[in-house]
């Protein structure tokens, strides 16, 4: 049994944006804190590469779409998943051989099934967000799109179709969908997404168009050459293809059904609708859950490509780093809901929050660490009020920050664990160890054994101001892999971050994990600041 989580495969028509980098990076916390409790798994991410919107876009430049494809991957999107730090397991392309054979597979059963028919299709497309339009969202466009339709679900222009098609009966599947969205309130989430899909569902269904045969580039119809999958049809069937739907049968059945799909809101009907019809067609079980996130807004609109608003995710890692931009993503918005991002706000966030609130704390324990044992941590004596309060609220913060994790709300998870950050920081000012240690040091002029019980309490701060560093360490690691491997080191904790049943975040809270004796190093400085003109 794994832990199985996707993102949406990326159409490759153009590079990616902070939109695309928002879902993968969030699937990553998610997945690397999972493994960090010690579970099996899976994270999958890929692209999306058949389609007219691709299509056309390697005839503008005037290669063919497998050449366009295989350099946008090689160029873009590969690389992407290293510019952001992603330990994903997988990464499926639908041009490969593997989700070529799986699909046909998949699609020779729904035939055998008689889950398809041939019939005409006409009605308008848009290619923009390659989805069928009904007549009643179709208006007049304005502006650029003057004299043409467009789709007033999202403003992308539509052409009018009239073909004989393949299709499906998701007419026949609205009372099973109702009937799993009412058994399984969890399995589209959140509540705002839940409504829009069970309310459109209500309304009925209509039988969809899957296959076009006015062009080829896709995966042809196994029992008709002439016609290839329509391209959501076939994208869907990458969360299969890639768990070895019909080539592993094995491998399969230990994966599927995928925990979690993470996906826009945009795209939460495909996947709460017709992907779970598709899969009780072919008597598959359907995913556990499908989460649906909002909208990045940039200026108060939402981020695209086409409004020349779209950010790259490497122009803010090369400022920031992959640490910052992961944790600010997670960090300053509701996993769930749109939010507005600015490179004030990350930049107001990294300095308060990254650099003086976390930083600055791990740089002054290692300093003082090194200034009054020489580096090695000391003895802790027994804890006061102070110290059980501090421990009290890592105990619950990390349990707490657990939770939140399974709801997937990692803006949640992260509240808490900066609850530990700022009571670890009001623990150094109302203990002032530089106070502590400058009675330690008066030796016998503090009065007697003053200087000895200073000494002894100096140790117990430091020490509990390192365990508390460690526990960060392993909690933020999920998020912010880099640092929490320098803290990690310069802690002088051993093995590498993650190896080790101590590493996990159930064990976190365990106080006392660091032994005495442990060389504290310097900490380099985790988040320097930045000087911009911006
Ligand atoms: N290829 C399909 C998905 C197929 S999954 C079987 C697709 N690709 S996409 O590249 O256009 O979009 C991928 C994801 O990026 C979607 O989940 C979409 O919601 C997300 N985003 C695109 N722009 C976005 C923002 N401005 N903000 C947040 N996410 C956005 O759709």
């Known amino acids: 049994m794994s832990y199985y989580v996707t993102t949406p495969i990326y159409y490759v028509n153009d590079a990616p944006h902070i939109g695309h980098g928002y879902t993968t990076v969030i699937g990553d916390i998610l997945t690397r804190w999972h493994r960090q409790r010690g579970e099996d798994v899976w994270y999958l991410t890929g692209t999306d590469e058949h389609g007219l919107k691709v299509l056309r876009k390697a005839e503008q430049n005037g290669v063919t779409p497998q050449e366009w494809t295989d350099r946008l991957v090689e160029t873009e999107w590969k690389p992407l998943l290293e510019t952001l730090d992603i330990a994903n397991d997988d990464f499926i392309r639908t041009s490969e051989a593997r989700h070529e054979a799986g699909s046909q597979a998949f699609w020779q059963d729904l035939y055998d099934r008689g889950e398809v028919y041939k019939g005409e299709f006409t009605g308008w497309y848009s290619v923009g967000s390659e989805e069928f339009v009904a007549e009643d969202d179709v208006v007049d466009g304005e502006g650029d799109d003057e004299g043409h339709k467009v789709s007033a679900l999202d403003g992308s222009r539509v052409e009018h179709l009239t073909e004989e098609n393949y299709f499906f009966p998701l007419s026949a599947y609205a009372d099973r969908l109702l009937e799993l969205y009412e058994s399984n309130p969890d399995f589209i989430q959140p509540e705002s997404a839940r409504n829009e899909v069970v309310s459109f569902v209500r309304r009925g269904l209509k039988d969809l168009s899957i296959s076009r045969s006015t062009f080829d580039w896709g995966i042809k119809v196994p029992w008709d050459h002439s016609h290839v999958m329509y391209v959501w049809i076939e994208a869907l069937l990458n969360y299969v293809t890639a768990a070895g739907y019909g080539v592993d049968d094995e491998r399969f059945g230990e994966l599927w059904p995928a925990d979690v799909h993470l996906v826009g809101k945009d795209i939460a009907r495909f996947h709460a609708v017709i992907w779970p019809a598709m899969l009780m067609a072919a008597g598959r079980p359907v995913p556990h859950r499908v989460f649906a996130h909002g909208w990045l807004l940039v200026g108060g609109q939402k981020m695209s490509k086409s409004k020349a608003n779209g950010i790259r995710p490497d122009e803010l890692v090369d400022v920031f780093g992959s640490d910052a931009y992961r944790y600010y993503f997670a960090r300053a918005l509701t996993f769930g809901a749109d939010g507005s991002i600015s490179w004030e706000d990350m930049r107001a966030r990294y300095h308060a929050e990254l650099a003086n609130g976390f930083g600055n704390l791990a740089s002054r324990v290692a300093a003082m660490i090194g200034k009054y044992f020489d580096g090695a941590l000391p003895a802790a004596g027994p804890q006061g009020p102070a110290e059980e309060a501090v421990v009290a609220l890592v105990e619950e913060s990390v349990l707490e920050a657990d939770r939140a994790i399974d709801r997937i709300a990692p803006q949640d998870a ?121």
């Open 414 to 534: 992260l509240a808490q664990v900066w609850r530990i950050v700022e009571a670890l920081n009001g623990y150094l000012t109302e203990q002032a160890p530089w106070q502590v240690a400058k009675t330690a040091a008066a030796g016998g002029d503090a009065g007697p054994g003053a200087a000895e019980a200073a000494q002894g309490r100096l140790a117990t701060i430091l020490v509990t101001a390192a365990e508390g560093l460690r526990v960060l360490a392993v909690l933020l690691n999920p998020v912010m892999p880099k640092a929490s491997a320098s803290l990690w080191e310069s802690l002088g904790a051993e093995p590498a971050l993650g190896a080790l049943a101590d590493q996990r975040i159930s064990a976190a809270a365990a106080w006392g994990r660091l032994p005495e004796g442990s060389v504290i190093t310097k900490v380099p400085s985790l988040f320097p600041r930045i000087e911009d003109a911006e």
